[in-house]
T-cell receptor, first 114, second 114 residues
Framework: SQQGEEDPQALSIQEGENATMNCSYKTSINNLQWYRQNSGRGLVHLILIRSNEREKHSGRLRVTLDTSKKSSSLLITASRAADTASYFCATDLLFSGGYNKLIFGAGTRLAVHP | KAGVTQTPRYLIKTRGQQVTLSCSPISGHRSVSWYQQTPGQGLQFLFEYFSETQRNKGNFPGRFSGRQFSNSRSEMNVSTLELGDSALYLC?????????????FGQGTRLTVV
């Protein structure tokens, strides 16, 4: 089964509004990364948050991590039509037995309407 | 700095054939990972290579194999193709693939098996 689960599965908002996506996972992690994917193309790395961090910012992105609840959230502020994409969280497990084995959630499909 | 380059971008193959996909990582990156993305299973880890050695492997049949060359370029091979192998194959590179390494993805190779 997948480690991460995103919520909601789909989100539709208007330009200028904020979009919040959540990710929950099951086992202890080293870090959690968020990615964006446009129309089945490659994944664009957005942000990495380590297990000892609680919040990170990058431009209009804000990511939080709550290891006690095994959850993370991605907030996109002042959304634009160009933010329309699927967003995935990926966890690097603490005991994955190897390196860089990312476990992905099913993703949130975000649609931003002009 | 050039990003991760995957070739070819699109492939159409017939059941029973084999296929080889190529990935050139970001310059200086020594870890290369491969992922399969399908609508039904989402993004799943195939394997990871570092310094020409496979360090981690996902739960895929032996028809899926890979290798890494001394210049860190990697190839993956799928033999005896099945219809279910139709997917977007993504390659990711990172500096060393250790804990906390950001993984950067290529645009993917879309394989269609007919």
């Amino acid at each position: 089964s997948q480690q991460g689960e995103e919520d909601p599965q789909a989100l539709s908002i208007q330009e200028g509004e904020n979009a919040t996506m959540n990710c929950s996972y099951k086992t202890s992690i080293n870090n959690l990364q968020w990615y964006r994917q446009n129309s089945g193309r490659g994944l664009v790395h957005l942000i990495l948050i380590r297990s000892n961090e609680r919040e990170k910012h990058s431009g209009r992105l804000r990511v939080t991590l709550d290891t006690s609840k095994k959850s993370s959230s991605l907030l996109i502020t002042a959304s634009r039509a160009a933010d329309t994409a699927s967003y995935f969280c990926a966890t690097d497990l603490l005991f994955s037995g190897g390196y860089n084995k990312l476990i992905f959630g099913a993703g949130t499909r975000l649609a931003v309407h002009p | 700095k050039a990003g991760v380059t995957q070739t070819p971008r699109y492939l159409i193959k017939t059941r029973g054939q084999q296929v080889t996909l190529s990935c050139s990582p970001i310059s200086g990156h020594r870890s290369v990972s491969w992922y399969q993305q399908t609508p039904g299973q989402g993004l799943q880890f195939l394997f990871e290579y570092f310094s020409e050695t496979q360090r981690n492997k996902g739960n895929f049949p032996g028809r899926f194999s890979g290798r890494q060359f001394s210049n860190s370029r990697s190839e993956m091979n799928v033999s005896t193709l099945e219809l279910g192998d139709s997917a977007l194959y993504l390659c990711a590179s990172s500096v060393e693939g250790g804990r906390g390494s950001e993984a950067f993805f290529g645009q993917g190779t879309r394989l269609t098996v007919v």
